[in-house]
């Protein structure tokens, strides 16, 4: 099902995008969803985070709540770290709950035809298959020699 972007059209949603609620982001260092949702939040987004194994906690300086139906205010996208299929229940909630919702990104190995088809006739782009954080570093210049540049820092190094 391997979709194909452009390059002008993911720079445009990654131009545009101000507020996310990360679906499934996990509070250890180590893991994708925290370090992409981390990398965000340097690069001036608004992360929400969501994750109903660690609702109530501070994350990033945010509280993170169980579900996106508990979420305050709009967000722009939902950027999503669940297995495919589990994609269509947290799209149906992400519709009924955001009026402005401009985008669903299903992160790299993600993909749900049926939820990018209801998404997209509410008129809400869709990425499936691909990380928002790489993009914008690939985009944006910000690719190291070695190809990624994971935001983490250790003093151990």
Not at 137 to 155: A, D, H, K, P, Y
Request: charged fraction near 25%; proline fraction near 4%.
């Amino acid at each position: 099902m391997s979709e194909e972007y452009s390059d002008s059209h993911l720079r445009e949603i990654l131009t545009r995008t101000r507020r996310v609620a990360v679906v499934g982001v996990s509070m250890n260092p180590v893991r994708p969803s925290y370090y992409v949702a981390r990398y965000l939040s340097l690069r001036k987004f608004d992360v929400v985070p969501v994750n109903p194994g660690h609702a109530g906690e501070m994350l990033f300086g945010r509280r993170v709540v169980a579900r996106l139906s508990e979420v305050e205010g709009d967000v722009d996208m939902i950027d999503i770290f669940r297995r495919s299929e589990h994609v269509v229940p947290i799209v149906e909630e992400a519709l009924a709950t955001f009026p402005k919702l401009r985008t669903i990104w299903m992160q790299i190995g993600v993909e749900n035809a049926e939820a990018a088809a209801m998404a997209r006739a509410r008129g809400v782009d869709v990425v499936m298959n691909r990380c928002p954080k790489i993009e914008y570093q690939r985009l944006f210049g910000e690719l190291r020699m070695g190809g990624f540049n994971t935001g983490v820092i250790s003093s151990k190094l």
